[in-house]
């Protein structure tokens, strides 16, 4: 009995060896917890976005001619109906000189006609009072009245040859004022093409030549951005946005949808996608916007303030995720999802706050059951 139960010993310790020695090593992973926070459903464009100047104009003169002079420079102010250019235009200025000189003499001319006419009308009236007292004859009379209704027709159109030519006037005026190239709106002055004794041509269409000055508003833009077509019917006019800009690329900038495309762009070799604009909130003080910037927009379509969530890329086939149990325990969990974003995705069901899932595993691989030796993540 002894020997017997020497041998079981043996037996036993052998076999706890060889338990030991062949059991499953425990495969490092690393961890988050369940938390709580806000939770979003977004939609982000597809390709990079612009920033836009609210106002823009490409400015062309409508007529061709050589530059006589040239107002301003790259990167001035100017105000709205400044002139910026004038072409070669002496002899539309002698036209409208012309046009001046003809409406002055209609002019005269008009006033002497008309006095004539007021004179001949009150020796009419003479003339018929003298003959109503028989002390003329009626025939003289009625020459006398015939000479005033014609001197009265004729100050009438001496009148209208006064309007003619004041019209003359306005269309010399017009005429002279294509050689102006005037601000439609405050702003700046982005390019200028063209040098004084250049000559400018104005663009014919389907024909294009860069525009004499490009003019645009600096202190006033707006995000341009396509977003995917599969994601338009669910933007709406006023919703929240957040802008990301490459040259500020610690700041996030508010701003609301304000337009979205009637149509689809579509594109050859490029995904379909619907123009949305976003109107920024006032920016700070510090910060100071260029029309091209590149933008990226964020559309807060829905958001969850207190919602149970875990980070979005830890979801397996779209409805499971890894969990360490409290005995160090890999299990495979089903999940129930809520809204969901490319950061964080709402669990419905399925998780518990403060259970922990894995976020990356060592690189042997993991099957569910496995033990597990945990490590949080730096920002746990």
């Known amino acids: ?151 009265s027709a004729s100050c009438e159109a001496a009148k209208a040859r006064v309007v003619q030519a004041a019209a003359a006037v306005s269309a010399a005026a017009a005429v002279l004022e294509q050689t102006f190239l005037r601000a439609p709106f405050e702003g700046a002055v982005a390019e200028v093409t063209g040098e004084v004794g250049e000559y400018a041509t104005p663009s014919p269409p389907g024909v294009m030549t860069p525009p004499a000055i490009d003019l645009l508003t600096d202190d006033c833009h707006y995000i341009s951005a396509p977003i995917d077509e599969v994601d338009a019917s669910d933007i709406a006019l006023g919703l929240p946005v957040r802008v990301t800009l490459d040259a500020f690329r610690d700041q996030v900038f508010p701003a609301t949808v304000r337009r979205i495309s009637p149509y689809i762009l579509d594109q050859e070799k490029q995904a379909r996608t619907v123009e949305v604009e976003a109107e920024l909130e006032p ?44 005995e160090g325990i890999l299990q495979r969990r089903q999940i129930r999802k809520g809204l969901t974003n490319w950061r964080y995705t709402e669990v419905l069901e399925g998780l518990k706050e403060g259970e922990l899932i894995v976020s990356n595993i060592g690189s042997e691989g993991v099957e569910a059951g496995a033990p597990a030796k945990t490590g949080r993540t730096a920002n746990d």
């Open 1 to 151: 009995m002894k020997k017997s139960l020497i041998t079981l010993v043996v037996l036993a310790v052998l076999a706890a060896l060889f338990y030991y020695w062949s059991r499953p090593e425990p495969v490092t992973v690393t961890v988050v917890p369940v938390e709580r926070g806000v939770v979003e459903r977004t939609v982000a464009n597809t390709r990079a976005g612009t920033v836009e100047a609210c106002q823009r104009s490409r400015l062309a003169l409508s007529i061709g001619g050589r530059i006589d002079r040239l107002l301003v420079d790259e990167g001035d102010q100017v105000v709205a109906g400044q002139l910026l250019m004038v072409l070669w235009n002496k002899d539309r200025e002698a036209q409208l000189q012309v046009a001046q000189a003809s409406e002055l003499s209609a002019q005269q001319e008009r006033q002497s006609i008309c006095i004539s006419a007021q004179s001949d009308l009150r020796e009419a009236r003479r003339l018929t009072n003298l003959a109503e007292r028989n002390l003329v004859s009626e025939e003289s009379a009625d020459l006398a009245e015939s000479r005033a209704q014609a001197s």
């Open 283 to 326: 920016l700070p003080e510090d910060v100071r916007l260029l029309a091209g910037y590149s933008a990226d927009m964020e559309i807060i379509l829905d958001s969850g303030d207190n919602a149970l969530r875990i980070p979005s890329e830890l979801v397996v086939d779209d409805e499971y995720v890894l969990v360490v149990d409290d």
